[in-house]
C-alpha cells in the first residue's frame, strides 16, 4: 500500500518548537495546494475517497484522529496524534478520517491544484480501478 509515516525535524528550545515542511526535501513532491480541516464531531467520518494521481502529505498540528486506508486489498488503520509525523497517502488509495478529538486541526499538503475529476467517491469505482 502506497503510504508512509513521515517524522519531520523538530527545531525548538525554551521559547518554543517550530516545524519546517519543504516541498520536494521534506515532502516527496513539489507542495501545490495546502488546506486545514477543524472543528469535526467526533461522530462524523470524512474523506471517503481516493484521488487518481494527487499524493498528499496529512499533519494532526493539535488533536489527533484515525485513518482507515485501503488500496483494494488491505485496509490498514493509522493514528495521527503528533504534529511533527506526517501521513503520506500515494495514488488510488481510498481514506476514511474518523474519531477526531475535539480539538483536531489537521493540515494537508498536496502534490497538484484542486481538480473535481481528480477524486474518485465512489467505493465500487474505486476496487473496479484497483483490479
Known amino acids: 500500500m502506497d503510504y508512509k509515516l513521515i517524522e519531520f525535524k523538530v527545531h525548538g528550545d525554551e521559547n518554543g518548537k517550530l516545524i519546517a515542511v519543504e516541498g520536494g526535501i521534506d515532502s516527496p513532491f513539489e507542495i501545490k495546494r495546502v488546506y486545514w480541516i477543524y472543528d469535526t464531531l467526533p461522530e462524523i467520518e470524512r474523506g471517503k475517497h481516493s484521488h487518481k494521481n494527487l499524493e498528499q502529505i ?11 486506508l485501503d488500496d483494494g ?4 488503520t493509522v493514528i495521527l496524534d503528533r504534529p511533527n509525523l506526517g501521513l503520506y497517502i500515494g495514488k488510488n488509495i481510498w481514506r476514511v478520517m474518523k ?3 475535539g480539538e ?28
Do not use: H, M, P, Q
Open 58 to 68: 496529512i499533519v494532526a498540528v493539535s488533536g489527533s484522529c484515525e485513518f482507515v
Open 73 to 76: 486489498k488491505t485496509k490498514e
Open 99 to 101: 474519531n477526531f478529538s
Open 104 to 131: 483536531c486541526k489537521l493540515v494537508v499538503f498536496a502534490s497538484d491544484y484542486y481538480d473535481e475529476k481528480e477524486y474518485i467517491r465512489n467505493y465500487d469505482k474505486f476496487l473496479e480501478g484497483v483490479k
